[in-house]
Nanobody
Framework: QVQLVESGGGLVQAGGSLRVSCAAS???????????MGWYRQAPGKQRELVAT??????TNYADSVKGRFTISRYNRNTVALQMNSLKPEDTAVYYC?????????WGKGTLVTVSS
């Protein structure tokens, strides 16, 4: 099994920046086979949505709402970070880390990001 642990959430004013990180631990075999990691978010009363993903070869994908403001980075096979700049109140949500290895998806428990206006 693999566990994903997020860190770095918190409260920030609109226009500010925040960085969230995620580290995977557990089965070496599963971690070695992670081919994509990413971030999703869920705002109150809304469905979970894609924020950004990055493949093991470095290909990134962003939601239109965060393009130009957020940057996803993967430092090794088990660590991914999301740099969030120019934050808006509508970015307020619980941010979840996700990892895909083969046919399996793994999820963290989430970290809350609150952007005040």
């Amino acid at each position: 099994q693999v566990q994903l642990v997020e860190s770095g959430g918190g409260l920030v004013q609109a226009g500010g920046s925040l960085r969230v990180s995620c580290a995977a631990s557990g089965s070496f075999t599963i971690i070695f086979n992670i081919n994509r990691m990413g971030w999703y978010r869920q705002a109150p009363g809304k469905q979970r949505e894609l924020v950004a993903t990055i493949t093991s070869s470095g290909i990134t994908n962003y939601a239109d709402s965060v393009k130009g403001r957020f940057t996803i980075s993967r430092y090794n096979r088990n660590t991914v970070a999301l740099q969030m700049n120019s934050l808006k109140p509508e970015d307020t949500a619980v941010y979840y880390c996700a990892a895909a290895a083969g046919d399996m998806d793994y999820w963290g428990k989430g970290t809350l990001v609150t952007v005040s206006s």
